[in-house]
């Protein structure tokens, strides 16, 4: 730009130079003035202007020079530099302030942008017309545990579900939205709400647009619920047909012979309070995971409570050739709610003292120091059947059951353990177990302790 400021500066002072010339020469002629006087004039005229344009020439340009290094420098031209371009100075002004709002206007749009899709649960992910990634969010890298440098990477080679990758290829072909349900297996099992879009700026096609919605413990939750209201009704379905059928022996003529008569009741009274026992279970989880259960929180010696909850089995465990033992330091506390705790350690002895046919059953207690803080570790261990390690994760789920004909047959429903993580959990703490099939079970019960 200055080269060819600077040639056109010279091209415009040699014409008016040769136009001047010219000029005087005819001058000179119409005055009748000797024509080697008027050389001679003109010539040093001449001189005396090219000496002063080429000592001015550079005063002229050195703003704009000046000025272009400013601008390729990135920087903002001073106002005196602006004032002495005059118009131009000040056209360069008003385009620069033009362009710095602009350029800021851009950065405030791409930090909330970038902040939005930050925040974003959904997974997103936008792609050239040839598959270059361009976007990418943080949740859309968890979900799909993308690399780092996915910027250089096209969608191909991503490692994208295939059902995701085929609702692009029909947005890109058809130009049209494309949704659906993608079901993934592998490495683990998930369930994605998925949307591509094609991006279409004046009708022409530039990329796409995918969106991924995680749905897997969406539908945990529903067979959650499936599996409640399934076990619920056939939990109740039993116990009202055995009452139905008693009445109905009982109305049938039942009733006149004495002995049948008191069979068939206390048969209706074991059923009824079967009944009753699952309705109580299932109300006392709806309060805990509800929240409304009051806490009544204090020191709780804790050989007191195993004590308590060990006396209540020890009938039980003697009648079946068990030995039951507490192992607790006296002096042991732990803040904590002694009724609820007491709930807990109720149904993990019974659980130990139903399925423990030989042996011994032990509830120990001690502190144990980690890098999450201090405990206070309760530990019911049995020499029972053990537990398969296919059933472990699920075995805390309401209703779940090893073995469904030995759990009735023991009265069980499927909620203790469900109970006592849930009661765990509310108090702080945490709830693990360690089982080996035909060797026994430990269940243990972590519950923080103050820093003393």
Same mark, same amino acid.
Request: net charge neutral; proline share 4%; glycine share 6%.
């Given at each position: 730009?200055?080269? $060819? ?6 091209? @415009? ?12 020469? +005819?001058?000179?002629?119409? #005055? ?10 003109? *010539?040093?005229?001449?001189? %005396? ?13 050195? &703003?704009?020079?000046? #000025? ?30 033009? $362009? ?35 976007? %990418? ?5 968890? =979900?799909?545990?993308?690399? @780092?440098? $996915? ?14 990758? /085929? #609702? !692009? ?24 709400? !998925? ?10 096609? /530039? ?22 209201? !399934? ?16 009445? /109905? ?15 068939? =009741?206390? +048969? ?17 989880? @709806? ?42 330091? /006296? ?12 709930? %807990? ?47 472990? &994760? ?31 959990? *509310? ?26």
């Amino acid at each position: 730009m200055r080269d $060819w400021l600077v040639n056109r500066l010279a091209l @415009a002072v040699s014409v008016a130079i040769a136009l001047g010339f010219a000029c005087g020469l +005819a001058i000179s002629a119409w #005055l009748k003035v000797p024509f080697d006087t008027a050389a001679v004039l003109l *010539s040093t005229s001449f001189v %005396v202007t090219v000496v002063l344009l080429t000592l001015a020439l550079p005063s002229l340009t050195e &703003p704009i020079k000046r #000025l272009t290094i400013v601008l390729q420098k990135g920087e903002e031209p001073s106002d005196l530099l602006l004032h002495e371009l005059g118009n131009l100075g000040k056209a360069i002004a008003s385009a620069w302030k033009s $362009w710095k709002e602009t350029v800021a206007e851009l950065r405030e749009e791409r930090a909330l942008l970038q902040a939005i899709l930050k925040r974003m649960d959904e997974a997103i992910i936008v792609a050239q017309e040839n598959g270059s990634v361009i976007l %990418v969010n943080p949740a859309a890298q968890k =979900l799909f545990q993308l690399p @780092a440098d $996915w910027a250089k990477k096209r969608l191909t080679e991503l490692s994208l579900p295939f059902g995701l990758m /085929e #609702l !692009a290829q029909n947005a890109l072909r058809r130009r049209v939205p494309q949704m659906g349900e993608i079901h993934i297996v592998h490495p683990e099992e998930k369930f994605l709400d !998925a949307y591509a879009t094609p991006l279409l700026v004046n009708g022409q096609l /530039e990329g796409v647009l995918l969106v991924a919605r995680d749905l897997t413990e969406l539908k945990r939750l529903e067979r959650v619920r499936r599996d409640f209201v !399934a076990n619920v009704s056939h939990e109740l379905r039993t116990p009202i047909a055995t009452l139905r059928s008693l009445a /109905e022996a009982l109305l049938m003529g039942g009733k006149d012979d004495p002995e049948v008569r008191d069979s068939f =009741l206390q +048969a209706i009274a074991d059923e009824t309070e079967r009944m009753s026992k699952l309705l109580d279970n299932l109300l006392e989880l @709806a309060r805990i995971e509800a929240g409304q259960r009051e806490w009544r929180l204090r020191d709780v010696p804790v050989a007191e409570v195993v004590t308590q909850v060990v006396e209540r089995f020890k009938l039980a465990a003697s009648q079946k050739g068990l030995a039951i033992e507490a192992k607790v330091p /006296e002096n042991l506390k732990v803040q904590s709610d002694p009724d609820a705790l007491a709930q %807990v350690l109720f149904n993990l002895v019974d659980n130990a003292v139903k399925y423990t046919h030989q042996g011994e059953i032990t509830v120990k207690a001690e502190k144990i120091e980690t890098a999450d803080g201090n405990w206070v570790v309760i530990s019911v261990a049995d020499t029972g059947v053990g537990i398969p390690p296919e059933h472990l &994760p699920r075995i805390f789920e309401r209703f779940y059951r090893v073995d469904k004909a030995r759990s009735r047959q023991h009265g069980g429903f499927g909620l203790g353990l469900s109970i006592a993580k849930h009661l765990t959990e *509310s108090l702080g703490g945490k709830i693990t177990v360690q089982s080996e099939v035909g060797k026994g079970s430990t269940f243990s019960i972590w519950l923080p302790q103050k820093r003393e």
